[in-house]
């Protein structure tokens, strides 16, 4: 590897590790520290790169954004150009010579179904962890000051929304060092990013995913007593991360970045994606997806980055003709679930505040917070269906696709006892499966769909029904689930990222890649459901 990649590596160590020294940065530093990764985001347009994920060198597309380069990026590619014409060239060996695979570590860990589940999860903690990265290496890996859990198999980074729910788990375990340092982890990446990015690769540096920081700290505060104000500065940077652009909006179905005017007065968010072409991460597939579909590539590749940003990905809420793909339309969408989120980021942020005696800046984000639920009560109330729905821009309607996202306004106690009433029953009557809460009702082939069940849908649904009375429903839901999860793990050996609710077990499928097991997000839920009295 060459002493300039090495410098330059070590530079950017530097520039991290002491702009999260500082006191608090501007949103606008966001832009300035991303320019210190182009060296490797122009990989990601360059011939060699294309043609190693097109050719489908490896058979999941992330293998190689993972990748280390074993000399300089500049280094590789003038050697490919000089190469690549050769009658000897294969194009398989030039990758295996010029890169090599991120070393896992080795647990040695080897599954017990004798075991309980709680029993499980347990001895699992410590194989999930990863070490601080104090000296970053020259791949997509961007370095973190503390350890942290990743969720396992393909996913060896840190994953925004998957690490709250991680974290109940650890919570439930006792494992307070743990959630303390992934905590500081995301407030070192709001520090250093200005917003936290999907995960900690500099391939996701685009987009970040579903706002839960605001509820990391709440947990802080609640298992451990840490005060809302503390982290302060952090909450209002992600927030200023969600509303920038809002300045610029003039005319009703506006949109920049995040921040959509919907109606006079009233500017609600969608999810998005600064970067454009395909994921680097799962390039060929996003390629073939726009040769499928006859639309505008740029267009199709925003919607697809900005499903990613959703953590939905991919689901037919949202596609517009309800369950194909090549219809996605997500930057057309302003989500329920999402705005619910914000909504609880207001709240933090005035609960901040208030803990600091500045009333009038609590007063503030408390009215900001009510105006957003008054809109949501509003506009993503779904009077046909029942439900709670997304809420599209250009038709200026709810999109009528009834999912789990529905049971957000019920986790932040948003809904009116008689939207609550009647979300239950639909939950109930439609959603609740053999082994829990499936994610939608339609069987598209996507994995956010039918008959797929997700830990984190089951959590937010579970405990909104909890919040308006319905203990009955909760327990049924719970119960449900921690049995499905149990009898997997005993067929298996494995807690696994996603789970079939309908009929017999058997293996959840859908998606661009195969069934993970590990898995941060389950094992978090089920430990922290089992520990609960019903």
Not at 141 to 155: A, Q, T
Not at 295 to 322: H, M, Q, T, V
Not at 342 to 362: C, P, Y
Not at 419 to 444: H, N, R, Y
């Amino acid at each position: 590897m060459s002493d300039n990649l090495n410098r330059f590596w070590y530079l950017l160590f530097l520039v991290l590790f002491f702009s999260c020294s500082q006191e608090t940065s501007t949103v606008e530093e966001e832009v300035t520290i991303e320019e210190s990764y182009k060296i490797d985001s122009s990989f990601y347009s360059t011939e060699l790169f294309e043609d190693v994920q097109l050719a489908a060198v490896f058979p999941d597309s992330k293998t190689f954004t993972d990748a280390i380069p074993l000399r300089s990026i500049p280094a590789i590619l003038d050697l490919y150009n000089e190469n690549k014409e050769s009658e000897n060239f294969e194009l398989r060996s030039f990758v295996e010579q010029n890169f090599k695979s991120p070393d896992k570590p080795a647990s040695g860990f080897v599954s017990d179904t004798s075991l309980s589940v709680n029993e499980h999860i347990s001895r699992l903690w410590p194989v999930l962890t990863r070490e601080a990265a104090r000296q970053p290496e020259a791949g997509s890996l961007i370095p973190l000051p503390y350890d942290y859990v990743v969720p396992g198999g393909r996913f060896g980074e840190i994953y925004y929304w998957d690490s709250y729910f991680t974290m109940l788990g650890l919570v439930a375990d006792n494992e307070e060092a743990t959630v303390r340092n992934m905590v500081n982890n995301f407030s070192y990446l709001i520090d250093t990013l200005g917003f936290i990015p999907n995960g900690n690769r500099t391939y996701f540096l685009g987009r970040s995913q579903p706002p839960f920081y605001s509820l990391m700290v709440k947990l802080l505060h609640d298992a451990y007593g840490d005060s809302i104000s503390h982290y302060l500065p952090q909450l209002i940077k992600e927030y200023n991360y969600w509303q920038k652009g809002s300045s610029n909006l003039v005319n009703i179905g506006d949109s920049e970045r995040s921040p959509v005017k919907v109606a006079e007065n009233l500017i609600l968010n969608r999810y998005f994606d600064t970067k454009t072409g395909p994921r680097p991460e799962s390039y060929k597939e996003d390629v073939y997806l726009m040769k499928q579909s006859n639309r505008d590539a740029e267009e199709l590749y925003a919607d697809i980055r900005a499903a990613c940003a959703s953590g939905w990905d991919f689901s037919s809420r949202w596609c517009a003709d309800g369950k194909t793909l090549q219809t996605i339309e997500t930057t057309k969408i302003v989500p329920v679930d999402l705005n619910a989120l914000l909504f609880h980021l207001e709240l933090m942020i005035s609960r901040g505040f208030d803990e600091l005696g500045n009333a009038e800046k609590a007063e503030e984000y408390a009215e900001k917070a009510e105006i957003r639920k008054d809109a949501i009560r509003k506009y993503f109330w779904d009077e046909e269906n029942q439900v709670f729905s997304d809420y599209h821009i250009e038709k200026g309607a709810v999109t009528g696709r009834k999912t789990l996202a529905m049971a957000f306004p019920l986790f932040f106690e948003l809904a009116t006892p008689d939207q609550a009433s009647k979300v239950k029953d639909v939950l109930m009557k439609e959603f609740l499966k053999e082994g829990g809460f499936s994610t939608t009702l339609v069987k598209s082939g996507e994995q956010w769909d039918a008959p797929n069940g997700w830990a984190p849908l089951q959590w937010i649904t579970i405990h909104g029904l909890k919040n308006y009375g319905f203990q009955a429903e909760a327990n049924e839901a719970k119960t449900r689930w921690i049995t499905r999860n149990q009898k997997v793990f005993k067929s298996t050996g494995k807690m696994v990222e996603k789970y079939v609710v309908t009929g017999d077990v058997e293996e959840a499928g859908g998606g661009e890649y195969p069934l993970q097991d590990g898995f941060g997000w389950s094992n978090g839920v089920y430990k922290a459901l089992s520990s609960q009295e019903e």
